[in-house]
């Protein structure tokens, strides 16, 4: 059970990040095509 449980915190650190980078090439996107 506790290494199900280290699993599911690993995969939702692992979605966390991917979620952040989704989101500041998204926010990155929108500002240089306001930009320009």
Request: charged share 25%; net charge positive; hydrophobic share 50%.
């Amino acid at each position: 059970m506790e290494q199900s449980a280290s699993k599911m915190k690993e995969y939702l650190f692992t979605a966390g990040l991917f979620f952040i980078v989704v989101i500041s090439v998204f926010c990155v996107n929108k500002f240089k095509r306001r930009k320009i």
